[in-house]
């Protein structure tokens, strides 16, 4: 069983519509990162967080740090957010990156 | 654009072969990451170098080596592949190594096949 499980691992959703994926993790950690990895193979961070919650545009990242749980949202999703999104989590004492599996967005015009 | 820069972006080579990947990041970073990306598995660290410094190989076999001769540049020297060693492999950078603080930057990654 991976440190980091993300769900759904496939999401296909119209233009418009409120975006939710999920991400479990399972050790004590510093910091989780949610990020988008392009056709193409390049990866951007979009989120750093290690409490609450964060925005930008229309990107919204949730933790609880009790539950070990943490949700990215997009609303009013575009066709140009199709992308893979990964969860990654920095654990406490080696302070390395467990990445997820990722999850596969498209969104349909 | 995220201050990585990897090249190739793609390269076939045969099981016999020697052949680099490179990498280079213009942010000022200290430490430098090689991560493996095969198809549907997580991104499974390969090496990291901090301050120049090797401070993590994680059991990587020797057909993959290493070298970091400053803090910009990286490369992945390849010799004697195998098929299952292809994947796409991404460099990374953050100001050092760790550190809850620290976000990570990512190259556009090289695309490896093994024939």
């Known amino acids: 069983k991976n440190e980091v499980e993300q769900s759904p691992q496939n999401l296909t959703a119209q233009e418009g519509e409120f975006i939710t994926i999920n991400c479990s993790y399972s050790?004590?950690?510093?910091?989780l990162h949610w990020l988008q990895q392009h056709p193409g193979g390049g990866i951007v961070s979009l989120f750093m967080?290690?409490?609450g919650k964060k925005k930008h545009g229309r990107l919204i990242a949730t933790i609880n740090i009790q539950e070990k749980h943490s949700s990215l949202h997009i609303t009013a999703s575009h066709p140009r957010d199709s992308a893979v999104y990964i969860c990654?989590?920095?654990?406490?004492?080696?302070?390395?990156?467990?990445f997820g599996t990722g999850t596969r967005l498209t969104i349909i015009p | 654009e995220t201050g990585v820069t990897q090249t190739p972006r793609h390269l076939v080579m045969g099981m016999t072969n020697k052949k680099s990947l490179k990498c280079e990041q213009h942010?000022?970073?200290?430490?430098m990451y090689w991560y493996k990306q095969s198809a549907k598995k997580p991104l499974e660290l390969m090496f990291v170098y901090n301050f120049k410094e090797q401070t993590e190989n994680n059991s990587v076999p020797s057909r993959f080596s290493p070298e970091c001769p400053n803090s910009s540049h990286l490369f992945l020297h390849l010799h004697t592949l195998q098929p299952e060693d292809s994947a796409l492999y991404l460099c990374?950078?953050?100001?050092?190594?760790?550190?809850?603080?620290?976000?990570?930057?990512f190259g556009e990654g090289s695309w490896l096949t093994v024939v």
């Open positions: 967080l290690s409490s």
């Open positions: 990374a950078s953050s100001q050092a190594q760790g550190g809850s603080g620290n976000t990570i930057y």
């Open positions: 942010l000022g970073h200290n430490a």
């Open positions: 990654a989590v920095r654990t406490f004492g080696n302070e390395k990156l467990t």
């Open positions: 050790v004590g950690i510093s910091a």
